[in-house]
């Protein structure tokens, strides 16, 4: 491969820099081998702790709100493989308190490229991708074969296009928010906080939860949207939800994402700087 | 002498209370947990709860107890393996005060704030939503509370231990990580020692984990009494002294280790 001199990044087409940045990424990451490899164990463990812990309640019992183990588990996966995605391409939001802190938000602004294709690229967590995304597919791949779901090509589509939109709309409130700390200074916490909460939420069947507790992951941080619905039209279940709202997750991501980037740019054109 | 550490843990009390929005979200970060594990305990009892040792009621009443307080007794690894990696230790070295002893009075003020602030209005709010039960016996209550402590004791103890893995490792991420893991299956928190497998409870047993929340919960419940409490409570005890004693060799070993630059 041939190296990248400043004149040479500077003609590159916007793919070829994502690509660029992200072997740069990874580079990075493996810099020190040992201890990437244990960092992605550290991360596959921690969120396997979760699905523990729901395997050891449902040995004890026979279904949660009328779905058993296996279809829990496959409401599950669906969080992790969205979110393997969507955190490769939306670390620089995840991290973005620290990068306004640190004024290193002024210098993206001034390099010739749009701000929000510098942050999705200049750093990825790809230790993250692979600890989520191989408990995503182990848990996906055996849920679905222990329901017994066959997989015709409009059941293929229907996952794809639902993992799209479930990284579209994670990807939209990580924008959201990181808008919010423009306006507000810190608001990592309330964030961290709520995204938290909702993502434990989204891993049980809604319609065991109070009013309160769903409006969370229905209004606010519309996980719902990710996981429960579409999991729930591929597992046959409706739980006496409206029937329509497995595919109106389609339009949603799209539609937040659209709304965050609007906001994105209106954010950014209010921003002065930390002052340093 | 003493009077140092009253005050580092009286002002690791004040820093939490210094941000005032922060704790608003502390609470609000309790309440929903706890309402979402009783969601899930209420939804799975109402297929076969009546086939059930263990009442609703009293599975509820861990959920309260053990998730809200391990909400406040999280210890903070990282910033102690920032100063080993940093050499910033070296400014608490040549204070005239033991090391391991300005952590846990940092860790208790921390502890205190998140207990008082935090995690009593939520407790406050959850018990008359949901119900607990009460305790076993008058007795139980003070014995609970020691117990509690305790519990807060072992989780300091292996903190210590994670930090000072630094002397010998740069990113303790994984080691964190991989414990806090352990934890929150093993504690008793999230699954009950009544629901564990037994398989896994012959490990609980064998291990510090028994000694976080099942330790004090049983009490409370009164599936212990009599002799069995205190035997409880030496088992915890006991555990703390060895992991103290794993912490104090890992640090007088590390001190020799920590090399800083440019003296």
Known sequence: MKKSTPERTCSMNPVALYFAYGSLSLKALFAFRIDAVLRTLAVFVREFASVIVVYLILQRFPDLGGWNMNEVLFLFSFLFLTYAIMIALFTGFRDFDMIVNSGKLDLLLIRPRGTMFQLMAYNSDYLATLGHGAVGITLLVWSAQAVGIVWNPARVAFLLLTLVSGVLIQGAIFVAFSCLSLWFGKSGNVFRALYRNSRKIAGYPLSIFPDAVRSIVLYIMPFAFVNYFPAAWLLGKTDGFWPGLPFLSWLIGPLLFALAYVLWRFSLLRYSSTGH | ?263
Not at chain 2, 72 to 90: C, L, N, P, Q
Not at chain 2, 230 to 248: F, H, M, N, R, T
Request: net charge positive.
């Open chain 2, 1 to 263: 002498m003493k009077g140092a550490y009253i005050e580092i843990a009286r002002k690791t009390l004040l820093e939490g209370l210094a941000f005032r929005v922060n704790t608003l979200i502390g609470i609000l970060d309790t309440v929903i947990l706890i309402a979402v594990n009783v969601a899930i305990w209420k939804a799975v009892y109402a297929s076969t709860g009546t086939l059930q040792t263990v009442s609703l009621e009293d599975t509820i009443t861990n959920t309260l107890f053990a998730i809200g307080i391990s909400q406040a007794f999280w210890m903070d690894e990282y910033s102690i393996a920032h100063k080993i990696r940093t050499g910033a230790i070296t400014n608490d070295i040549l204070r005239p005060m033991h090391f391991g002893g300005m952590i846990l009075a940092a860790d208790i003020g921390r502890a205190g704030y998140r207990l008082l602030v935090e995690f009593l209005p939520a407790f406050a709010i959850c018990a008359l939503l949901f119900g607990l039960s009460a305790p076993a016996s008058a007795l139980a209550l003070p014995l609970f509370v020691l117990s509690m402590a305790m519990s807060f004791l072992v989780l300091h103890s292996i903190g210590l231990i994670m930090s000072y893995i630094s002397f010998w490792y740069f990113n303790i991420f994984s080691f964190v990580t991989i414990k806090n893991a352990a934890v929150l299956v093993l504690s008793g928190a999230y699954i009950p020692y009544w629901f564990m497998p037994d398989w896994m409870m012959a490990f609980v047993r064998a291990s510090p984990f028994q000694a976080i929340y099942s330790a004090p919960m049983s009490i409370w419940l009164g599936h212990v009494n009599g002799s069995s409490v205190l035997y409880g409570l030496a088992k915890q005890a006991l555990w703390i002294v060895a992991l103290q004693l794993c912490a104090q060799a890992l640090w007088v070993l590390g001190r020799r280790k920590l090399a800083v630059n440019g003296g």
